[in-house]
């Protein structure tokens, strides 16, 4: 690798502002800054093509949960690119990856399922939940059971189908979405919604609403639910412990089938392989992509329970639905190898007994700094809420923009953090140690007083009361 140069940097960010469109990004305020060049990573850390080492609290986006660097997976890639680097599964042909894969992600996902469909990105996986489920309700003769209920707020998925599922007000503006079919509740939001009832009593009242959306459309209409056990691009939204078995509860109660969205929540980072069950859910068909392969290649698909999956096997005849790449050899060959690390390294017993309580005590020591609110966290997912005046449950002006300014002065300092309006979000990889935590902790609040800093020069805060918060 040739070292780091401005010239260097702004060749590339030349070349970048004239010809790369990046996905959710605003190209004319990019293109007066210029993009941040990432060259290369080790562990937990990326560097910047200025020679800039930067803790990812990120796992790029919620994927790299191994950390980066790994040669076994790109000894497997290379591996299986020698061997067979692509064949489809269209022709009533199939490849020893995608088969070995398969049966470790049923194996994993527990008795209840039986499959995997095979594509290569979470949004993909979803719009294949709706054709799946749509034609399971179809196949027992209810063609008119169409409906999906999903939440606001929620991330399914950039497609036309992911984004309709999901509930991102700003994505439904562009481009008519929703698609029709497609219903959205309130999202289980304690801190914003309800923050001084009592949170279990909320959950139990989140999860009516859709019992209320269900006698709403119709209960004979309804086909499924879609829901993210722990929300994450709307900002780790973490629900109160009685929320997943009541919405269970009410699932069962009409038939209706339940998707679990853990194409974050998935293979350890919430500290269990699959979190529905352990949050207390039984869906029919989990969505997963991101951490299977560890972000080293695209890789995603749908568990199938034994439910649909025998419904649509023993009367489904063909389904008319597949991806060029679903069970691509080479991505399959990596995510086996990113399971064996895994596994090898007990990650996900680590998140659940070592790591994620002492990144919640860690996060939870935050609440002192003046800026903070309501610091949560779950496993490896953390959030919490930047504010005006805690005392008097003030938010700051959102125009402010005060997250995106946070999340500046976080890079300026070596951290990635994701801002998601006021809140402030991190998810960093799974093989995180104490000691890296300690940093990653250590940084935050260094970021956390350049923003305060920032925000007191610039008025919007002021030094006084911002004292007396701390005292
Ligand atoms: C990232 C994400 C998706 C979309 O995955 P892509 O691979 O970007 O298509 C879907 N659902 C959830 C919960 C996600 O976090």
């Known amino acids: 690798m040739s070292a780091p140069t401005r010239a260097k940097t702004d060749e590339i960010q030349a070349l970048d502002s004239a010809h790369y469109m990046h996905p959710f990004t605003n190209h004319k305020s990019l293109a007066n800054k210029g993009a941040r060049v990432i060259t290369r990573g080790e562990g937990v850390y990326v560097w910047d093509s200025e020679g800039n080492k930067i803790f990812d609290g990120m796992s790029g986006l919620w ?238 698909g749908v568990v199938v329970g034994k439910r649909v999956a025998e419904v649509l096997i023993e009367k489904g005849g063909e389904f008319n639905h597949g991806y060029t790449y679903s069970g691509h050899p080479v991505a399959c060959a990596v995510a086996l190898a990113n399971l064996d690390i895994i596994e090898r390294e007990g990650l996900v017993e680590r998140v659940h007994e070592v790591t994620g309580p002492y990144l919640a005590e860690r996060f939870a020591e935050l609440s002192d700094h003046p800026l903070v609110a309501a610091p949560e966290t779950f496993g490896m997912v953390g959030g919490f809420v930047l504010m005006k005046d805690k005392a008097e449950k003030q938010p700051f002006d959102a125009s402010l923009e005060v997250g995106m300014i946070c999340r500046d002065h976080c890079f300026a300092n070596g951290l990635i953090m994701r801002a998601v309006g006021d809140r402030m979000i991190i998810a960093p990889p799974l093989v995180c140690t104490k000691s890296d935590i300690d940093e990653l902790i250590n940084r935050v609040r260094i970021c956390l007083d350049a923003t305060l800093k920032d925000i007191q020069s610039r008025g919007w805060m002021d030094a006084a009361h911002s004292a007396e918060v701390t005292a």
């Open 63 to 300: 994927c790299v949960n191994v950390g980066y660097g790994r040669k076994e997976l790109v000894d497997a890639a290379a591996q299986q690119m020698q061997v067979l680097p692509y064949y489809n599964s269209f022709f009533q042909t199939t490849n020893e990856p995608a088969t070995k894969l398969a049966e470790r992600i049923v194996s994993l996902a527990g008795d209840r399922f039986s499959h995997v469909f095979f594509s290569s990105s979470g949004s993909e996986s979803n719009d294949t939940n709706v054709r799946m489920v749509r034609h399971y309700w179809a196949t027992l003769g209810h063609p008119e059971r169409s409906i999906i209920i999903s939440r606001k707020n929620a991330y399914h998925g950039s497609t036309v189908c992911g984004s309709s599922l999901g509930g991102m007000t700003g994505m439904h503006a562009q481009g008519g979405l929703p698609v029709p079919g497609i219903e959205h509740i309130e999202q289980p939001y304690h801190f914003d919604l309800a923050p001084d009832q009592d949170k279990d009593a909320f959950g139990i009242e989140a999860a009516g609403w859709l019992e209320q959306k269900i006698l709403e459309v119709g209960p004979e209409k309804v086909a499924a639910f879609i829901g993210e056990p722990v929300q994450g691009a709307g900002g780790v939204i973490i629900p109160p412990k009685t929320y997943w078995p009541e919405i269970q509860r009410i699932c069962d109660k009409y038939g209706i089938l339940l998707i679990c969205d853990e194409v974050i929540c998935g293979f350890g980072r919430l500290g269990a392989w699959f979190s529905s069950e352990m949050m207390g859910a039984k869906p029919d068909l989990i969505t997963f992509a991101k951490g299977v392969t560890s972000g080293y290649i695209p890789l995603g």
